[in-house]
Structure formats: structure tokens, C-alpha cells
């Protein structure tokens, strides 16, 4: 018999039993999060089922991040809902400024490799970059896990990508996992796990990974998981991998060296091209920040190439670090200097702009071009907006020129670091 993927694996581990694509399995869960736009719906879940107490607080964790701070009275009650919740239960709360959910779990080692995590935002299987069985649910089965401690799945199925080489100069993860969403397209990963395999990830740092991760979301996967060689931690860990004769439903191999820098257009993820082939239309808005690209090294990019710069006339950016521990460091290490003389606008760490709660929605007819992960009609909060996404690098030099722009498109007698 054929031998197991990371996800089989995992998920083994904690059912007890080997379990295989497409079979059915309970397993205990090793933490789970809820955000302010979920958490208030698993809370009531939880009274309806009978839930009193936690089935472990120490697991079970609520972050306001998604509308924060609060725009309004309706919002700013459910975080009053949630702040008493985590008191009364004496689970974590991650309050106003705290960061992305997926920074946050990730910066207070909430998630560890070999674990499964489980938690009510789509971008859950960010985690996967930490070796982890990580997916989205439902507020009303959080409720559930908040109840019992364990969930059931359906093994998924996993699809096998292998990048192999170097990545061109000015070519990132984003770039990455842009081709691999166009070539899998925004349903071709439904119900299954995406494993990412080759020299090319494993010399990547948690931060690439969770790009890679973050964005099988957009590709209709259950989960994705990146092979743990090269996986660098501040902590020891037992790392898990797939067998050699592990099964796959589709592998996908791709050359690193022969990515240029991509974008997708509006108004889908999977409608990737080349950012030169774009090159030239006329922005008004730039946007780095989200789960996806809001990290430090992130903001050093988009630093490196407006140092001694300022953006475009016309063109407004904002950026918001994924969390206060980005914030710190990009301030102590004159990132966020750097960025703000150029004309950027810092906002709250959180996902505002990304999700189109507020702190950043753009109006009719602007075109923004952004780090997030989606970009279908409305996602920003304005349906008459038009959105292209983006590497941070892309993003600042577009911001910097007033018009979509890359390596290659940009004027050739500036030096772009």
C-alpha cells in the first residue's frame, strides 16, 4: 500500500489510526481562533449547544482584528461580547492592534508543526507553513471544537507541487503562488491539501511559506502544507514529513527561474499574467498589508525601493503591518521611517482595507493594486473599484511610478535597488 502525505500523516497521528484520502476521521483538535467577525456567532453557537466551560482555554484563542479599531456601535458591542467571553472563560484575547489573526497565532507560537489547528477565517491553512494540518471553518463548528475539543474531517486528497531552481532577482513567493493559482485556478484545489515540495521552498523562510500557504484558500483546497526541509524555528520541533511513495491526486512541477513577476487582474485571483503585460495602467490607490504579504520582510521590500523616493502624485498608499510585533521591528529597524517619508500612510494592524470594513475603502472607478489574496468585485468594499494583485515589490514600484510596473517595465536609467 502507498504511503502517506503530510496530511495523512498528521491526521493519523492525532485520530490513532491510519486514515486515508477520502475516509472520514475524529480527531482532537490542538487549538482553534475565532475573529470579530466569527467569534460572536461561535459564542452563541456555544450557549444554543449548552457549552458552560471551554473544553480547554488554554487552546482556544479570539482576535479582534478584522474591523479594528471599531467603526461603528454594532461592531464595537461584539468586541465587548467577545472581551467578556474571554474573561468569563479565561481564554486568550488578542484585542485592538494586536495583529492579523494568522500573525498573531504564528508570532505567540499558538501553532506548532505535527499539530491540528483549526480556526473561523478561510486563511486558516496559512499555518501549514509550520508543518501543520491547519483549516477554515464554520462559526458553528468552532462551536462545536470549543465544546468538545475535537472535530471530524474527510481526509482530503493532496496535490503535489515541486519548484525547482531560483527565483529570478525581484520575483518572490507572491509571484510563486500567483502561478500556482492560475494554474490550478480558484476551484481546482477543492477539498484537498496542496503540498509544496522542492529546493526552491525549502530554502524559504516562514514567512515565504505562509505566502504559499495563505493563498490555497484562493485555489478551493481544504488545506496546504509546505515539507519541512529547510523549516527554520526559534524552538525545537519534530517535523513531519510525507513518505516517498506517498499518493497524490496531481503533481505539478514548476520552474522557479522561469517566473517573472505576475499579477492577477480584476476580477479574480486566477486571472494571472504577467505584471508587464499590464504595465502602464494608471493607479490610485496601493495597498501592502494582509495575512497574505504584511510581514517584515514585506515592508523591507517595499522600503528598499522607495528609499530616498516618494510615491507618485495622485496615487495614496497604505500599509498595515500583520501585527504589533511587525510594527516594533519595522520601527526599530527604520522600515517605517523609511516608508512614511515616502508619502505611506500606516494604519492598525489589522485586515481593514483587505476586507473593506474600513481604514482604507476605495471609491468609484479607482483602481488599487494591493499584496492581499482576492480581488473579486467588491472584495475592498467598493464593487466599482477595480483590483490587481500584487508582490510587495510590484506594489511599491507601482506606487512609486503612478502605473502598474516591474522589474522590466519601470525606466530603465533608475536604479531600483
Not at 461561535?42 to 466551560?53: C, L, S
Not at 484562493?218 to 511513495?245: H, N, R
Not at 507618485?312 to 517619508?341: K, N
Request: hydrophobic residues 40%; aromatic residues 6%.
Amino acid at each position: 500500500m502507498a504511503g502517506l502525505t503530510i496530511s495523512e500523516k498528521i491526521l493519523s497521528q492525532h485520530a490513532g489510526h491510519t486514515v486515508r484520502a477520502g475516509e472520514l476521521c475524529i480527531v482532537p483538535v490542538d487549538g482553534c481562533m475565532a475573529t470579530d467577525t466569527t467569534a460572536p456567532l461561535a459564542i452563541r453557537a456555544f450557549g444554543e449547544m449548552g457549552g458552560e466551560t471551554l473544553f480547554d482555554p488554554a487552546r482556544f484563542h479570539l482576535i479582534i482584528d478584522h474591523a479594528a479599531p471599531a467603526p461603528n456601535e454594532r461592531i464595537a458591542n461584539l468586541h465587548q461580547l467577545m472581551r467578556q467571553f474571554a474573561t468569563a472563560q479565561g481564554c486568550s484575547l488578542y484585542d485592538v492592534g494586536s495583529g492579523i489573526c494568522h500573525q498573531v497565532m504564528t508570532d505567540h507560537r499558538k501553532v506548532q508543526p505535527g499539530q491540528v489547528f483549526m480556526g473561523a477565517d478561510s486563511h486558516t491553512p496559512t499555518y501549514g507553513a509550520l508543518n501543520a494540518f491547519a483549516c477554515g471553518m464554520g462559526s458553528t463548528d468552532i462551536a462545536a471544537i470549543m465544546l468538545t475539543g475535537k472535530t471530524w474531517l474527510k481526509v482530503p486528497a493532496t496535490i503535489k507541487v515541486v519548484v525547482h531552481g531560483h527565483l529570478q532577482p525581484g520575483v518572490s513567493a507572491k509571484d510563486l503562488v500567483l502561478e500556482v493559482v492560475r494554474q490550478l485556478t480558484i476551484s481546482g484545489a477543492t477539498y484537498q491539501a496542496v503540498e509544496y515540495h522542492g529546493e526552491t521552498v525549502a530554502a524559504f523562510s516562514l514567512s515565504q511559506r505562509m505566502v504559499l500557504c495563505n493563498m490555497v484558500a484562493e485555489m478551493g483546497a481544504k488545506t496546504g502544507l509546505v515539507s519541512p526541509e529547510g523549516l527554520e524555528l526559534p524552538y525545537a520541533f519534530t517535523p513531519v514529513y510525507a513518505d516517498a511513495d506517498a499518493s497524490y491526486s496531481r503533481v505539478i512541477t514548476i520552474d522557479a527561474a522561469a517566473i517573472n513577476p505576475k499579477i492577477a487582474i480584476p476580477d479574480s485571483p486566477d486571472a494571472v499574467h504577467d505584471a508587464d503585460a499590464y504595465a502602464g495602467i494608471k493607479i490610485t490607490y496601493a495597498f501592502i498589508g494582509t495575512c497574505t504579504n504584511g510581514r517584515l520582510d514585506d515592508l523591507q521590500e517595499a522600503a528598499r525601493v522607495l528609499r530616498g523616493k516618494h510615491i507618485a502624485p495622485g496615487v495614496r498608499m497604505v500599509i498595515a503591518p500583520a501585527s504589533r510585533q511587525v510594527l516594533i521591528d519595522a520601527l526599530s529597524d527604520g522600515t517605517i521611517q523609511t516608508l512614511v517619508e515616502a508619502g505611506a500612510t500606516i494604519i492598525n494592524s489589522g485586515c481593514g482595507p483587505c476586507v473593506g470594513s474600513h481604514e482604507g475603502v476605495p471609491g468609484d472607478g479607482e483602481v488599487v493594486i494591493s499584496t492581499a489574496n482576492r480581488n473579486f468585485r467588491g472584495r475592498m468594499g467598493n464593487p466599482n473599484a477595480s483590483i490587481y494583485l500584487g508582490s510587495p515589490r510590484t506594489v511599491a514600484l507601482s506606487a512609486r511610478y503612478g502605473f502598474i510596473s516591474s522589474e522590466t517595465s519601470t525606466h530603465q536609467n533608475d536604479t531600483i535597488p
